[in-house]
């Protein structure tokens, strides 16, 4: 599962996480003491967070991302294109050139310019990342990058002409460049998590899109592993400052010195799936405790990563902890080859982290700990905020999903 017990490195993230570089992982965050189930071990708010369409407009602040509220809404006083739910909001405002490049015509500039929502995701992020003042510009570079995409999945070009034309020319960014484009469209690719649109009791869980997107300068730095020890949630729609912090929670006790990894999609894809989205968008090949079993699995489908998996899953979105919704499968294992208890070590993991609410496969954490140190024993899902006691745990049910 985890990685051995690092010796820390680096400065420090806050009293529970600390820094370290880990070999063939790069930077990582490592348990700077021991852990209970269920602790926050890191609560943070974003550094860049952008809607994720055009039409996110319509429905979320532009500022804080709460769903904006049927009347009342405060309109963007230079573009109108873009809402807000408060004047507080309104005064915090949104990125400059994003703003500009929505004043023209309502945003029918930008709409032209970005006529699919494919298109659309990753010029938002350039007008908002391309508003950031130089220091946060200097931190968001300093996240690792994703690998270069497959030729013709983003054109990187057409992108950075784009922004060049709807920025005003009194407004042009400094340092607006077709490298520095690349490079930032590169880290947005692996560091930005998804801020999902509220769910719905009933809702398909697969329909569920993101309203926005957010980078997370520490939380960027947890490295992924198939059977995660930690989890992120977000709560957008929340009362009071700090709704678009990423707040991050142990699964279960996690000793000092231990790699803190999420997953950064929903831990029931299999094995080739998994594989093939880590290469491809993160640049690396998983080698956890899970995929070095599942390695050896029969079925000719499900290991090797190859692409004669003609049951593959649309890529998603690219982004770190995605919500992870695309492509989830609900296929019965084959006992006798792929999930026996010999050959499936690993299932107790999904009985008790992985959400049985239909359609959902979100993360079950433990709530935090009591003040008093008393342990929760009620799991929330990340995803559809499902809340299930301890003891509600049906053995052989959390598995059904699993695809083996
Ligand atoms: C979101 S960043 C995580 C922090 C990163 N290690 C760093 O140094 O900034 C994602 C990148 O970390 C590396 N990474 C994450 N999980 C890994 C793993 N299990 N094994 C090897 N490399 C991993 C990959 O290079 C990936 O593109």
């Known amino acids: 599962m985890e990685s051995a017990p690092q010796t ?35 609560s943070e708010p974003p550094v860049l967070l952008y809607p994720s369409t055009l039409s996110s407009l319509r429905s979320y602040c532009s500022a804080c991302f709460r769903s904006l509220p049927p009347a009342a809404t405060i309109p963007c006083v230079s573009c109108r294109a873009a809402a807000f739910c408060s004047p507080a909001c309104a005064a915090a405002s949104h990125p400059h050139l994003l703003c500009a490049a929505l004043s023209h015509g309502g945003g029918a500039g930008l709409a032209a310019a970005a006529p699919t929502e494919a298109i659309q995701e990753p010029l938002l992020f350039l007008l908002s990342a ?66 999902m649109e509220p769910y719905r009791h009933g809702m398909s869980l697969e329909l569920l ?43 279960h006790d996690i000793p000092e010195g231990r790699e803190v990894c999420i997953s950064y999609f929903a831990a029931n894809w299999r094995y080739a799936d998994r594989q093939r989205r880590l290469l491809e968008d993160y640049g690396f090949r998983c080698e956890c405790d899970r995929c070095q079993v599942e390695s ?10 190859d ?22 499968e609900e296929e019965e294992g084959d006992g006798a080859t792929n999930g026996g208890d010999d ?51 049906i053995p052989d049910e959390g598995t059904s999903g699993m695809v083996h």
């Open 8 to 42: 820390p490195t680096m400065a420090a993230a806050g009293d529970v996480l600390r820094v370290a570089d880990l070999p063939g992982r790069g930077r990582g965050l490592v348990a700077a003491r021991n852990v209970r189930e269920g602790e926050v071990l890191l």
């Open 130 to 195: 391309y508003s950031l003042p130089e220091s946060t510009m200097r931190s968001m570079l300093s996240l690792s990058s994703a690998p270069p995409p497959p030729p013709g999945a983003q054109d990187a070009a057409g992108l950075h002409a784009a922004v060049a034309a709807l920025a005003p020319p009194h407004m042009l960014p400094q340092g607006l460049s077709p490298d520095l484009t690349a490079a930032l469209l590169a880290k947005d690719r692996g560091n930005s998590f998804a801020i």
């Open 209 to 251: 899109k993101a309203r926005a997107y957010a980078v997370y300068p520490r939380a960027s730095l947890f490295n992924h592993d198939c059977l995660p020890n930690a989890c992120h949630f977000d709560y957008p729609d929340r009362p009071g400052p700090g709704n678009t912090d990423i707040v991050v929670r142990a699964l």
């Open 296 to 305: 050896q699995w029969k079925d000719d489908d499900d290991n090797n990563g």
């Open 307 to 328: 692409d004669g998996d003609d049951t593959m899953e649309e890529e998603g979105e690219d982004d770190v902890g995605d919500r992870g919704d695309d492509g989830i």
């Open 343 to 393: 050959d499936f070590p690993h299932a107790y993991f999904f009985v008790r982290y992985l959400c049985d609410n239909e359609g959902c496969w979100g993360m079950l954490a433990p709530l935090p700990p009591s003040p008093n140190g008393d342990l929760s024993h009620v799991f929330e899902c990340n995803l559809c905020g499902k809340l299930r006691k301890e003891e509600d745990v």
